[in-house]
């Protein structure tokens, strides 16, 4: 969806401000800032609120905000005294003034049209958001349902929503229905695929809200809205008393779950269609789902498909970041026997990726794992902190930190970053990752026992390639488990017969060698 005022057009996805059709150079700071106050027009937008979005609550001064505002007003021919589209609001903050008009492909809706009546009348004018070609998923957050009738959770039906807002706007994948247009829905029991014609969307949160005398329970549905069908859901309870600390877990665990589940029901759906038909982003979301069964068929799958995608999109960010992710892949699992060329490649179209959109954290991740094949871990843990800089709760790089740090001998730390991947995503593709850094972890501090039993669920795991199996037998071995041992390196073998310590530590490159040492003694016994 893009967004039209006076002779200007902005485009979210594409990070674009244009005037008559002609591409104006913006500052990736002062696009974010007209962006945020264009999505919250219907609302002051506080300089409490712009830190948070422009700067990610780091401390700056005010001079560095109004030298924003300034560069803003500017790239929109407005100035500090018309203030014809950047009102200044003083002692509060900034408002964006100027008539908005949304663009979704092929139609407009006015934003005044949601403004007039009930959403249930301005329908009839709307086109069906099915017969749209959109390129990216969207959603709309509605203000949840307080069960019962008006009580104290009624800030709490409207707070959560507003929060998921403001934290799904971060995903840049995902186009996100401002607050405004969101809350004019209300109705008990929302008609989901009818507020998804309204709104042009392919996806809808709601949420109810049910109180007892001293604790809580909300239950959380992601729809289709082309269906109705439910995609997710989860319910969560508490003590009253407890709710802010609930709602700052209900916001990462929906950001996490979403970043999962909607990518995996866009390749569902793909599935679906005649694949020579695919646009790029169907493509995109198939590739996807071969990309994490972690073979080398479906990785050389997921490859092809990722091909198409930027074939057909030559712009398309997120899929030069996935091709980079399966490259990486190639080199890190020894697939084929040019792993320097998959490496090249990985760096290539990560750097690719960046220049495209360099404030998406897919991007940004992938520049971070690459690192790793060169055995720069301090690199490596520059561009993942950017990434979770742009999405905290990324759970897969946040597991990708703890990778890091368990190869750099922060066991502590690798072990917290852990933990927090699998509470924001228990069901992740990744998952036998997360158990095996555990594994590690354990093996760099000296507690073989534990290692062995992390390194057994990691290695049972599915999705889980021969080097998790050779953290078993290593584990297994430190652990004077001979016969679980020699068993997992029969496994090793049978799926990779060259398998060695030397290609283990060209995909684990451990900075101490004393651990090297350690890992290279355990795995010599069984001829690896």
């Given at each position: 969806?893009?967004?039209?005022?006076?002779?200007?057009?902005?485009?979210?996805?594409?990070?674009?401000?244009?005037?008559?059709?002609?591409?104006?150079?913006?500052?990736?700071?002062?696009?974010?800032?007209?962006?945020?106050?264009?999505?919250?027009?219907?609302?002051?937008?506080?300089?409490?609120?712009?830190?948070?979005?422009?700067w990610?609550?780091?401390?700056?001064?005010?001079?560095?905000?109004?030298?924003?505002?300034?560069?803003?007003?500017?790239?929109?021919?407005?100035?500090?005294?018309?203030?014809?589209?950047?009102?200044?609001?003083?002692?509060?903050?900034?408002?964006?003034?100027?008539?908005?008009?949304?663009?979704?492909?092929?139609?407009?809706?006015?934003?005044?049209?949601?403004?007039?009546?009930?959403?249930?009348?301005?329908?009839?004018?709307?086109?069906?958001?099915?017969?749209?070609?959109s390129?990216?998923?969207?959603?709309?957050?509605?203000?949840?349902?307080?069960?019962?009738?008006?009580?104290?959770?009624?800030?709490?039906?409207?707070?959560?929503?507003?929060?998921?807002?403001?934290?799904?706007?971060?995903?840049?994948?995902?186009?996100?229905?401002?607050?405004?247009?969101?809350?004019?829905?209300?109705?008990?029991d929302?008609?989901?695929?009818?507020?998804?014609?309204?709104?042009?969307?392919?996806?809808?949160?709601?949420?109810?809200?049910?109180?007892?005398?001293?604790?809580?329970?909300?239950?959380?549905?992601?729809?289709?809205?082309?269906?109705?069908?439910?995609?997710w859901?989860?319910?969560?309870s508490?003590?009253?008393?407890?709710?802010?600390?609930?709602?700052?877990?209900?916001?990462?665990?929906?950001?996490?779950?979403?970043?999962?589940?909607?990518?995996?029901?866009?390749?569902?759906?793909?599935?679906?269609?005649?694949?020579?038909?695919?646009?790029?982003w169907?493509?995109?979301?198939?590739?996807?789902?071969?990309?994490?069964?972690?073979?080398?068929?479906?990785?050389?799958?997921?490859?092809?498909?990722?091909?198409?995608?930027?074939?057909?999109?030559?712009?398309?960010?997120?899929?030069?970041?996935?091709?980079?992710?399966?490259?990486?892949?190639?080199?890190?699992?020894?697939?084929?026997?040019?792993?320097?060329?998959?490496?090249?490649?990985?760096?290539?179209?990560?750097?690719?990726?960046?220049?495209?959109?360099p404030?998406?954290?897919?991007?940004n991740?992938?520049?971070?794992?690459?690192?790793?094949?060169?055995?720069a871990?301090e690199?490596?843990?520059?561009?993942?902190?950017?990434?979770?800089?742009l999405?905290?709760?990324?759970?897969?790089?946040?597991?990708?930190?703890?990778?890091?740090?368990?190869?750099?001998?922060?066991?502590?730390?690798?072990?917290?970053?852990?933990?927090?991947?699998?509470?924001?995503?228990?069901?992740?593709?990744?998952?036998?990752?997360?158990?095996?850094?555990?594994?590690?972890?354990?093996?760099?501090?000296?507690?073989?026992?534990?290692?062995?039993?992390?390194?057994?669920?990691?290695?049972?795991?599915?999705?889980?390639?021969?080097?998790?199996?050779?953290?078993?037998?290593?584990?297994h071995s430190?652990?004077?488990?001979?016969?679980?041992?020699?068993?997992?390196?029969?496994?090793?073998?049978?799926?990779?017969?060259?398998?060695?310590h030397?290609?283990?530590?060209?995909?684990?490159?451990?900075?101490?060698?004393?651990?090297?040492?350690?890992?290279?003694?355990?795995?010599?016994?069984?001829?690896?």
């Amino acid at each position: 969806m893009r967004y039209a005022f006076n002779d200007f057009e902005l485009d979210p996805h594409k990070f674009e401000l244009r005037k008559c059709g002609e591409l104006m150079a913006l500052e990736p700071q002062v696009f974010s800032l007209l962006k945020l106050l264009i999505e919250r027009r219907e609302q002051v937008v506080s300089k409490d609120d712009i830190i948070e979005t422009i700067w990610h609550g780091r401390v700056v001064s005010d001079a560095s905000i109004a030298s924003r505002i300034k560069l803003a007003r500017q790239a929109v021919e407005d100035d500090g005294a018309a203030q014809h589209s950047i009102r200044t609001i003083h002692g509060r903050g900034y408002r964006f003034v100027a008539a908005v008009t949304t663009r979704s492909q092929e139609y407009a809706v006015k934003i005044q049209d949601l403004e007039q009546g009930p959403a249930e009348g301005v329908s009839s004018d709307m086109p069906d958001a099915n017969a749209v070609k959109s390129s990216k998923p969207s959603i709309v957050v509605l203000p949840f349902q307080t069960l019962g009738g008006v009580q104290p959770g009624s800030v709490i039906a409207d707070a959560i929503p507003h929060e998921l807002i403001q934290a799904l706007s971060r995903l840049r994948w995902l186009f996100v229905i401002a607050r405004g247009s969101a809350f004019r829905f209300r109705a008990p029991d929302p008609d989901v695929r009818h507020i998804g014609k309204v709104l042009g969307v392919r996806y809808c949160i709601v949420g109810s809200i049910e109180l007892s005398e001293r604790t809580m329970a909300i239950s959380i549905e992601l729809s289709d809205t082309q269906d109705g069908g439910v995609v997710w859901g989860k319910r969560f309870s508490s003590a009253i008393k407890d709710v802010h600390d609930i709602r700052a877990e209900i916001v990462a665990q929906v950001v996490s779950s979403l970043e999962t589940h909607i990518p995996l029901h866009e390749a569902h759906v793909a599935r679906l269609g005649v694949s020579e038909n695919l646009d790029a982003w169907s493509n995109y979301h198939l590739a996807l789902r071969y990309m994490y069964r972690f073979t080398q068929q479906d990785n050389a799958a997921a490859t092809a498909l990722f091909e198409r995608a930027v074939s057909q999109d030559t712009r398309f960010a997120r899929a030069y970041a996935g091709l980079s992710f399966t490259h990486f892949q190639d080199a890190f699992v020894n697939y084929n026997e040019a792993p320097d060329e998959s490496a090249r490649n990985a760096r290539r179209f990560a750097e690719r990726s960046l220049e495209l959109d360099p404030l998406d954290p897919f991007a940004n991740f992938t520049m971070g794992r690459y690192f790793w094949l060169e055995g720069a871990l301090e690199n490596s843990v520059d561009w993942l902190d950017r990434a979770l800089t742009l999405n905290p709760n990324y759970a897969q790089c946040i597991y990708s930190r703890a990778f890091t740090d368990v190869l750099s001998g922060r066991a502590g730390s690798a072990r917290k970053h852990v933990d927090e991947a699998f509470q924001l995503s228990p069901l992740d593709p990744l998952l036998y990752g997360m158990l095996g850094v555990r594994a590690l972890s354990f093996i760099s501090e000296g507690d073989f026992e534990s290692a062995s039993r992390w390194a057994e669920k990691a290695a049972r795991s599915p999705g889980a390639h021969y080097l998790i199996s050779m953290i078993a037998v290593m584990a297994h071995s430190l652990d004077h488990n001979d016969k679980q041992a020699a068993s997992w390196a029969d496994a090793v073998r049978h799926r990779k017969s060259d398998a060695s310590h030397a290609q283990f530590f060209e995909s684990f490159p451990f900075s101490d060698p004393k651990t090297r040492e350690l890992i290279s003694s355990a795995l010599a016994p069984y001829g690896l």
